[in-house]
Each structure stands twice: as structure tokens, then as C-alpha cells.
């Protein structure tokens, strides 16, 4: 069983309610818009770290993270990437991924909105986490956290940071 933190678009922004509210987390996932180079390392000092590269990460973030990220967790396929779309209406660049491979978790971030779908015709878990960072339009800040134990993704928790324009 592992216990997941799920961030995305930081754009270099940091805050410590961030490792707060992942501190019974086994790994740290990050879907794209890093933004800088300290944020991997600040979540990385506190577990293992899976990130894939966004669209405004620069060449120092492109070279240590790709933009896809395939992987097994306990008995659970997932895909990662930053800007993948949503069930019926799924990015080109990563719709044929999706429906061969029929992962049973898919990841992506970049449109600030959180948004948790279950895809009936792939028979997977869509989440976007929404925003983490203080750059976009979007109202409030989002992390998201959950279980994966053996094929099951249980105990999913959405938690709201602040507004961001108080």
C-alpha cells in the first residue's frame, strides 16, 4: 500500500503546507509546471519524487524529467504527463497511449482545474490536481492526495490551500 501526494503547476512557487499536508505520503508526484529546480529538491527531501516536465519548464527540468511517465505502483498502471486532456476529449499526443495501454491511473495537470473523472470506455481513474501555485487565473489552490493498494485507488482527499486572492 502506498500513500500518494499528487501536485501540479507550482511555477516555482513554494509553501510549506505543501510538505505539511503530504508528510504520511510514500512518494510525491508532480504533473509538469515546476517551474524551478528547488521545489523537486524541497519535496524530495521529504520522500521520493515522480515528476514529469511542463510546458514552461526550462532545459534544466526537460533533462531530468520527461513529458510522459509510464510506471507500475503496487498493481497499477499510470500515466503521467502535463497537459493530457480529460475522458472524451484526451490530448493527440497522448490518446493513443491511453487507449492501448489502458492504464488504470492517468495523471495530467496545465489547466489549473481540478478535476477528478472516472474514464467508463478505458476503464481508468482520470486526475488533474488543478493548480498549486499562486500563477494562473484559478480562485484556489489544490493538492490532492490517495491509497494505491495493489489495483485499488481508495482514500482519495482534495485539499484546498487558500484563495488566491484573499
Known sequence: MKRIGLLSDTHSWWDDRYLTHFADCDEIWHAGD???EVIIKQLEAHCPV???CGNIDGRELSLRFSGVLKFRIEE?????THIGGYPGRY???IRKDIYNERPQLFISGHSHILKI????TVGCL????GAAGR?????VRTLVKFTIDGKDIKDLEVIEL????P
Do not use: L, T
Not at 497499477?76 to 503521467?80: D, K, Q, T, Y
Not at 473523472?117 to 467508463?120: A, C, E, I, R
Not at 500563477?135 to 480562485?139: A, S
Open 76 to 80: 497499477c498502471n499510470v500515466i503521467m
Open 50 to 52: 515522480r515528476a514529469v
Open 162 to 165: 487558500s484563495q488566491m486572492f
Open 91 to 93: 490530448e493527440s499526443k
Open 126 to 129: 482520470h486526475i488533474n490536481p
Open 135 to 139: 500563477q494562473g487565473w484559478q480562485q
Open 34 to 36: 515546476i517551474g524551478s
Open 117 to 120: 473523472m472516472y474514464d467508463k
